[in-house]
């Protein structure tokens, strides 16, 4: 028998979940190709490891931007390499398959995924929006009359919807998300520091200091790059203020679209909104102070989901075997 899986495919992380058994499989979203021959060489956390450090033959590449194919090739590559893994652990033949994509792709993008998809071996292929499977996998009842709404902070892109009655009634998709957060993070220190960081170190002080908020005590991160003018490896200290400072016109930025979204919907739907809050979904859910910032500006409680990095797979999954049921 099939098992249904659910796809979450991020920019920068892949996640998988087959029914029963939960996700099985997050990896970073990367694939090593070797430039003389085109052939791949790693795929997932291996190819990431090499992420910033490869020798001049080796490119490690990033199959999707922005929550949408870039390399068609590549994508299925890494598909195909993912999919294979779980093969081996026999757990399916030919599965359903459903996969989670921004809401605003075009057609052919749409194509594409689906038949990345096809080509690993999918019996049927679906493709449903992300917030809508973001809000599935938080645990919000989206079939009822009552409205919810989710900000699926990703990779490539933030997915702002108003759902009711198992459709979006207004979504915004911005690419606004993590990966710019990492290049805000890697420009400031650039233009305050003079140091240059890699993709990898600004996603770590992300990580380990960033915040929505200013702070009176910030954490504080020792940080090491290379001198913009001496070109030697140099290291400083930063604050979780500098960062906060560094984020604070994206962050706005998803600010801005969410009241967007809410200034769209009837007033009953947005009475539903102050009454049930928002639910923030995805990796910049983890960001400190993320939800307190959009609920002060909005003036609308913010809950941050559990499991916010697996909310897209495993809605994905979970509205597969509904629409099986």
Do not use: C, W
Request: no cysteine.
């Amino acid at each position: 028998m099939a098992k249904e899986i659910g796809i979450d495919l991020g920019t920068a992380n892949v996640l998988v979940f087959v029914e029963n058994e939960g996700i099985v499989l997050n990896e970073p979203s990367v694939v090593a190709v070797d430039t003389k021959t085109d052939k791949v060489l790693a795929v997932g956390k291996e190819a990431y490891q090499m992420v910033g450090r490869t020798p001049g033959n080796i490119r490690a590449v990033r199959p999707l931007k922005d929550g949408v194919i870039s390399d068609f090739d590549m994508t299925e590559a890494m598909l195909s390499y993912f999919i294979g893994k779980l093969n081996v652990k026999g757990i399916f033949s030919r599965p359903n398959i459903m996969v989670a994509a921004p809401t605003n792709i075009t057609e052919i993008e749409r194509k594409a995924i689906i038949q990345a998809a096809e080509k690993v071996g999918g019996a049927k292929v679906y493709l449903e929006y992300e917030p809508k499977v973001a809000a599935i996998g938080a645990g919000l009842d989206i079939f009822s009359p009552i409205a919810s709404m989710v900000i699926d902070m990703g990779g490539g892109t933030s997915d702002i919807a108003v759902l009711s009655l198992g459709d979006i009634v207004s979504a915004r998709s911005i690419r606004v998300a993590g990966d710019k957060l990492n290049a805000d993070i890697a420009n400031y220190i650039k233009r305050h520091h003079n140091l240059q960081v890699g993709e990898r170190t600004a996603e770590q002080i992300k990580i380990t200091i960033g915040t929505a908020l200013h702070s009176e005590e910030p954490a504080e991160m020792n940080v090491r790059g290379r001198d913009m003018h001496e070109g030697m490896p140099r290291s400083i200290e930063i604050n979780a203020n500098e960062i906060e400072e560094a984020l604070h016109d994206s962050l706005h930025q998803i600010v801005a679209a969410a009241h967007e979204v809410l200034s769209e919907i009837q007033p009953e739907l947005a009475s539903d909104i102050i009454d049930r809050g928002i639910v923030l979904t995805g990796g910049g859910a983890l960001l400190k102070g993320m939800d307190t910032l959009i609920s002060t500006e909005l003036g609308v409680p913010v809950f941050i989901a559990d499991h916010p990095l697996d909310n897209v797979a495993r809605g994905a999954g979970e509205l597969l075997e509904h629409m099986h049921h």
